[in-house]
Antibody, heavy 121, light 110 residues
Framework: QVQLVESGGGVVQPGRSLRLSCAAS????????MHWVRQAPGKGLEWVAL????????YYADSVKGRFTISRDNSKNTLYLQMNSLRAEDTAVYYC??????????????WGQGTLVTVSS | QSVLTQPPSASGTPGQRVTISCSGS????????VNWYQQLPGTAPKLLIY???QRPSGVPDRFSGSKSGTSASLAISGLQSEDEADYYC???????????FGTGTKVTVL
């Protein structure tokens, strides 16, 4: 069965960096795009980034563009999110999600359980 | 700032039918398929409907989706207590080159 396990969250000071990981199993990781989605405490879902299966294309929300980098290592079945210049408004639970192509667009199907990132001094 | 608009709340008694609307634009719902996600309290979102009206394996047929123009809707028939959750619509936006979520609707079973 599809499993996605995020790790790397924690408490970090504003302006610092953090790298999240998402370990995938139960499917052929190298054939699927992957998303990061976040949810601030008590708020709705906010899409963060998408990477194609081979890493050739990446897309970002304006709120994180230039600060966050999505990447993957298909040999390790692992997705990453490098977060730099963190701000208080980046505080959220971060989910990784597998991407499916429906109607020509990349959309999340299976989700991990999430990892909490708290940006605070 | 969500580009897809949903009502903040909806409610019904057990057995009733509840409908949630999702309003977008020509660059998102008008151009691409819509998914719906269910988020039970304290858990990760789960795919409920994909490609406007398709149910993944294991999702009860009480849940149905539809799309018309730049709007979509989710219907829950035969409402049950375990349906209490937050529901989000979502679609790819061709102008933003982003995946966009709705504002979310909290469903309460009275």
């Amino acid at each position: 069965q599809v499993q996605l396990v995020e790790s790397g969250g924690g408490v970090v000071q504003p302006g610092r960096s953090l790298r999240l990981s998402c370990a995938a199993s139960g499917f052929t990781f190298s054939t699927y795009g992957m998303h990061w989605v976040r949810q601030a405490p008590g708020k709705g879902l906010e899409w963060v980034a998408l990477i194609w299966n081979d890493g050739s294309n990446k897309y970002y929300a304006d709120s994180v563009k230039g600060r966050f980098t999505i990447s993957r290592d298909n040999s390790k079945n692992t997705l990453y999110l490098q977060m730099n210049s963190l701000r208080a408004e980046d505080t959220a639970v971060y989910y990784c999600a597998r991407s499916r192509l429906w109607g020509g667009s990349a959309q999340p199907d299976y989700w991990g359980q999430g990892t909490l990132v708290t940006v605070s001094s | 700032q969500s580009v897809l608009t949903q009502p903040p709340s909806a409610s019904g008694t057990p057995g009733q039918r509840v409908t949630i609307s999702c309003s977008g634009s020509s660059s998102n719902i008008g151009s691409n398929t819509v998914n719906w996600y269910q988020q039970l309290p304290g858990t990760a979102p789960k795919l409920l409907i994909y490609s406007n009206n398709q149910r993944p394996s294991g999702v009860p047929d009480r849940f149905s989706g539809s799309k018309s123009g730049t709007s979509a809707s989710l219907a829950i028939s035969g409402l049950q207590s375990e349906d209490e959750a937050d529901y989000y619509c979502a679609a790819w936006d061709d102008s933003l080159n982003n995946y966009v979520f709705g504002t979310g609707t909290k469903v309460t079973v009275l």
